[in-house]
Nanobody
Framework: QVQLVESGGGLVQAGDSLRLSCAASGLTFSSAAMGWFRQVPGKEREFVATIMSSADYTYYADSVKGRFTISRDNAKNTVYLQMNSLKPEDTAVYYC????????????????WGQGTQVTVSS
């Protein structure tokens, strides 16, 4: 079955950087578009970034554009999220998922969510 495992979260200070990884198995990773979402308690899951299977196209939420970079290594079946200039409002659990098609901004168009990795940014 499809399995996604996120890693790389942690506690950092504002302005620091982190790189999240999402290791995928059980699917033809090179054919899959992958996305990152984040969620804080009491709020809906929020779109962060998506990368198409060939990595030709990437999409970002306005709140992270210019600070975060999504990338992928198809040889390693892994998608990354490089997060720079982190802010306290970036604090959330970050999830990766497989994009099924349709609107890239909506969590409903993704499947096979990982367990998430906590990112905490202190001021």
């Amino acid at each position: 079955q499809v399995q996604l495992v996120e890693s790389g979260g942690g506690l950092v200070q504002a302005g620091d950087s982190l790189r999240l990884s999402c290791a995928a198995s059980g699917l033809t990773f090179s054919s899959a578009a992958m996305g990152w979402f984040r969620q804080v308690p009491g709020k809906e899951r929020e779109f962060v970034a998506t990368i198409m299977s060939s990595a030709d196209y990437t999409y970002y939420a306005d709140s992270v554009k210019g600070r975060f970079t999504i990338s992928r290594d198809n040889a390693k079946n892994t998608v990354y999220l490089q997060m720079n200039s982190l802010k306290p409002e970036d604090t959330a659990v970050y999830y990766c998922a497989v994009f099924l098609g349709g609107s890239i901004w909506r969590a409903e168009t993704y499947n096979y969510w990982g367990q998430g990795t906590q990112v905490t940014v202190s001021s």
